[in-house]
């Protein structure tokens, strides 16, 4: 991956990803993607005494993408459900020191897939009605760019 006014943190997160894979029967899933780049990022959790206990991410797309992926479930993992909900797409880019303005379209993936996991195990343990989840499984972002690089 070229360096074209990437972080040092982005650099690290894209080159040494944390969390990767799978959770095998997950309590929440979430799964987003932007049709313009073709980046598509799943979460999974694990959730104990509302907590997200383990979380993991699989991401197909660039590598600002795999950064973000990582960076999100670094920040999430510990939190109360509550507390993670409240990270946004700027926390992420931010916690990376930046993004280049063309990628910052993956923070977005990030944080929405996170949501969108936490919704679903709301959804799953009754919490939320299906109707008034925000994140849609694979809802697609329109906003953003061709990620070229």
Known sequence: ?????????VMDHFMNPRNVG??????????????VCGD????????????VEDIKFRTFGCGSAIAV?????????????????KITRKDVADEL???PPQKMHCS?????ALHAAIEDYWIKTGKI????????QGQEEEEGESCGI
């Open 108 to 112: 977005n993936l990030g944080a929405d």
């Open 69 to 85: 992926s990582s960076m999100v479930t670094e920040m999430a993992k510990g939190k109360s459900l509550e507390e993670a909900m």
């Open 22 to 35: 799978v959770i095998e029967a997950p309590d929440g899933y979430g799964k987003v993607g932007n049709p």
């Open 40 to 51: 598509l990022m799943e979460i999974f959790i694990k959730v104990k005494e509302d907590k």
């Open 97 to 99: 020191d930046g993004l």
């Open 1 to 9: 991956m070229a360096q074209v006014g990437y972080s040092k943190k």
């Open 129 to 136: 009605r299906p109707e008034d989840a925000k994140h849609k």
